[in-house]
């Protein structure tokens, strides 16, 4: 990027060291006084700037599974709509965007006893902007992506945008603050859900919650042991990869959450109220038997979209997690030959299960129109519930 006097892109620019240095985008601001450990500024940028400024951090994985990013896809539809605003006349754009600041950015007060009224400070911000263009950008998406987008699509190159920019030097601080951002306007459920096991800390104990559950359901997803390996639709999963994906975490989640949370459900007492503490590696192992077990017990039924096998949709999941509560008290995960035993238990129910064909005898149901709905979620459970304990008391041996 040549060095530029403003006329161009609208910004002051000044050369630092050598000619390789990063370009300063100056820019007129107030730093609100918050939070003393995370300062927060509002400043503006043209429409054009923010290209050069900020990035969008999309949520998705790396070779090694590790989750990268967070923002949702792009809504093209939306975006569009913002545009076509944006391009005609008489614009008023009060919606600003909420960027993720490097810690290298500076903030220089201005001076004499105007300078502050008690709630802001105004200055001047200094964002360093890199010549490379293959040098990623200094800051962060963490609300309005959408808006970014048509932003940067539109002709209305040098429409003052408000910006509101906070220090956030790490991808888990980002990742809290566009939690706690998006709780007004809720996110999708299936990307909450992945993105909590790697936030520091929940924003709130409505979402703390789930952060346990959506960790197991990572786990399931990704542990060579477990039968869900690439079966789990995540909010990361790439679109070559969500054919083979037919489990909707969010089933998962709720699933897993009920049996951790209810005293009556089998993962309760792995967790420990007084400390605060969780034995995840007996969940994970109770969890990979169980599920395996279920595996095995009705492989016609395992791996196909829920079209094909109401055992992979959501009532199917929710109702068979609810049945794991009572076959796994009567298994002993410490033993050798757990997986067996756990088939043996579900052997009990098995040939009245129609996941793929026939009639639902008791429910007077044909397989394909269960639905993922409370009602039929509630009607399977109960009846996998009566058929296994009638089996139990009729064949209480195994």
């Avoid at 605003?85 to 909420?98: C, E, M, R, W």
Wanted: charged letters at 25%.
């Amino acid at each position: 990027m040549p060095a530029s006097n403003g006329d161009s892109i609208g910004y002051t620019a000044k050369w630092r060291g050598e000619m390789s240095a990063p370009v300063i985008l100056e820019r007129r601001a107030l730093r609100l006084n918050q939070n003393s450990e995370m300062p927060l500024f509002m400043f503006a940028l043209a429409a054009e700037e923010i290209d050069l400024v900020a990035d969008v951090a999309r949520i998705s994985r790396d070779e090694a599974g590790r989750l990268i990013g967070y923002q949702r896809p792009e809504r093209k539809s939306h975006v569009r709509q913002i545009q076509q605003y944006l391009d005609s006349a008489d614009v008023l754009f009060p919606n600003g965007l909420i960027l993720a600041l490097p810690d290298n950015v500076r903030f220089k007060s201005s001076r004499g006893p105007g300078a502050s009224d008690g709630l802001a400070v105004s200055g001047v911000l200094e964002i360093p902007i890199p010549t490379d263009s293959e040098e990623p950008r200094p800051a962060w998406i963490v609300d309005g992506q959408q808006r970014s987008l048509a932003l940067a699509r539109s002709k209305n190159r040098r429409l003052p945008v408000p910006i509101a920019g906070f220090i956030a030097p790490t991808l888990a601080l980002q990742r809290e603050q566009f939690l706690r951002v998006n709780t007004v306007s809720p996110l999708p459920v299936n990307l909450v859900t992945e993105l909590l096991p790697e936030v520091f800390a929940a924003p709130s104990p409505r979402l703390s919650a789930k952060r346990l559950p959506s960790a197991l359901v990572d786990m399931l997803n990704m542990d060579p042991e477990s039968p869900f390996v690439g079966l789990i639709k995540r909010a990361s999963t790439d679109e070559q990869d969500r054919k083979k994906a037919v489990v909707t975490d969010t089933s998962l989640v709720e699933a897993l959450r009920e049996s951790l949370e209810s005293p009556a459900g089998v993962l309760f007492p792995y967790r420990n109220m007084a400390t605060g503490t969780t034995d995840t590696e007996s969940i994970r192992k109770l969890l990979l038997i169980y599920w395996s077990a279920v595996r095995d017990t009705f492989p016609g039924a395992w791996g196909k979209p829920p079209t094909q096998s109401r055992l992979m949709g959501g009532v199917g999941i929710r109702a068979m997690s609810r049945l794991m509560d009572r076959v796994m008290a009567q298994v002993d995960i410490a033993s050798s030959d757990a997986g067996s035993a756990a088939m043996v238990e579900l052997r009990r129910v098995a040939a009245g299960c129609r996941w793929t064909n026939g009639i639902w005898d008791e429910l007077g149901l044909p397989w394909n129109e269960l639905q993922n709905t409370p009602r039929h979620i509630s009607a399977l459970s109960n009846y996998l519930a009566r058929a296994y304990v009638d089996a139990r008391s009729a064949s209480p041996q195994r």
